[in-house]
């Protein structure tokens, strides 16, 4: 009974939500930081790959593209000066492509089940929707702010529930994640968001708001230990190289290598599963799969991954140019076998364009800005990327919702930020006085 009542109760708040995100649709743009993170799932059925379900977010950014729509259809002409300024917009659309014919060469073979490479390719779209709702809407420094807020009080509540779950002994994981949660995601959200964190430490002048980020911060670093996550790991090791490479200063130097040295130092006073997760060379007795180089055996979630590389080269050879389509080669946990394998030599150069464009823009951004907000959050997201490059090597980080969300937001807010301050010379941005007005009443300000 406290459950049915738990169910619509849940289910009435979130009609409401809805409903004011409907005619107010910059309280759906400031809800989704907290929905990408603490959002329960809600299952909506499945596929022979995998089961479907809907987050809080699906719900908000399907409000937030239909106002996009009604604005069109209204004004009769899509607002193009509110997409001027951004130069990721054809890369994502080019590898959208690449998914999209992939997928559609693999279910002509017979290799994808049509539903099954649908929201796959689907989901993966989606994430450029955020990125595009975020530049859309966001209007002014108060947006950013208030978005910005939402995501490290999420960051907050996130961390603390990491905690409460360490004392458990087992490896942690995100809120809401259900039976298959995967500790790889809390870790890659770290990677993420502990980035970002730092690089607006690193360039804050010392006040409240710095002292905020270092207790941050120095919160994430057990969590993350728990995650137990050997690739989030390393992925975070080559965050903090990319920071010591790139900031100058003998202090921020100095901060910046005292964190690995520190975690390195307590590493023996860890429990036994986090010092047996890091010995990641250890063979496990009775594994008959164990993978050799060097003379060095592996355990046995590093050896099937060292085994799926391997047969990369074989699924690649039979279709080198479009790959076998989103899930025609089956589960792969890596970024790079699924590009490959699933996308082929086309999916390969759009995604690497991408990523190229993205590094390319964020390293320009914090060596060419003034402004001390760009130039930290530049710097967070280069770093963060480079880790989440680094991270796909042992696990499929773009599929990873509560990953890559977060992180087109940060890079739409970037973006976004960089245009105001672009435009302030030039005069004020174009923000009709009727911006949150809902759709339908836009004529009725005329």
């Not at 209007?139 to 978005?147: C, N, P």
């Not at 086309?346 to 390293?363: D, E, H, P, R, S």
């Amino acid at each position: 009974m406290e459950g049915q009542i738990l169910n619509y109760g849940g289910f009435i708040v979130l009609l409401l939500l809805l409903a004011v995100s409907v005619f107010k649709p910059v309280f759906a743009l400031y809800l989704l930081p907290y929905a990408f993170s603490l959002s329960p799932e809600i299952g909506a059925g499945g596929t022979a790959a995998r089961e479907i379900t809907l987050r809080l977010e699906d719900l908000l950014m399907g409000v937030l593209l239909l106002r996009v729509a009604f604005e069109t259809v209204i004004s009769k002409s899509f607002p193009m000066e509110r997409l001027r300024g951004n130069q990721f917009f054809l890369p994502m659309f080019l590898y959208s492509m690449a998914l999209i014919l992939a997928t559609t060469f693999g279910v002509a073979q017979l290799r994808v089940s049509p539903a099954a490479g649908f929201f796959f390719v689907l989901k993966l779209i989606q994430y450029f929707l955020f990125f595009f709702i975020f530049f859309y809407y966001i209007r002014d420094e108060k947006d950013i702010k208030v978005i910005f807020i939402g995501a490290m009080v999420t960051m907050a509540i996130v961390t603390l529930i990491g905690m409460m779950q360490i004392p458990g002994g087992e490896r942690i994981s995100m809120p809401f994640e259900g039976e298959n949660s995967e500790p790889n995601t809390f870790g890659g959200y770290y990677v993420v968001l502990g980035s970002v964190v730092a690089g607006l430490y690193i360039h804050e002048p010392k006040g409240r708001k710095k002292t905020i980020y270092a207790l941050l911060l120095a919160s994430t670093v057990m969590p993350f230990i728990y995650t137990m996550s050997r690739g989030s790991w390393i992925a975070g090791g080559f965050s903090l190289v990319t920071f010591l490479l790139l900031t100058k200063g003998l202090q921020r130097k100095v901060f910046i290598f005292i964190i690995p040295l520190i975690i390195v130092m307590t590493l023996p006073l860890m429990p036994g599963p986090v010092r047996e997760r890091a010995q990641f060379w250890k063979a496990e007795e009775g594994f008959k799969g164990t993978e050799t180089i060097g003379g060095m055996k592996f355990d046995s979630s590093t050896s099937e991954r060292i085994t799926r590389y391997r047969q990369m080269v074989n699924i690649f050879v039979q279709s080198p140019v479009l790959g076998w389509g989103m899930t025609g080669a089956g589960f792969i946990d890596g970024q790079y076998i699924r590009v490959i394998n699933e996308t082929g030599i086309v999916g390969v150069l759009t995604f690497f364009y991408l990523f190229y464009a993205i590094l390319k823009y964020l390293f320009s951004s914090y060596k060419n800005r003034e402004d001390p907000f760009s130039r930290s959050l530049s710097l967070g997201l280069f770093c963060a990327t480079i880790g989440l490059l680094v991270h796909g090597l042992g696990a499929s980080t773009f599929l990873l919702v509560r990953v890559v969300e977060p992180y087109m937001m940060f890079m739409a807010i970037l973006v976004s930020y960089n245009r105001m301050t672009e435009g302030e010379a030039r005069g004020k941005l174009h923000a009709p006085a009727q911006r949150y007005a809902y759709p339908y009443l836009v004529s009725a300000y005329k």
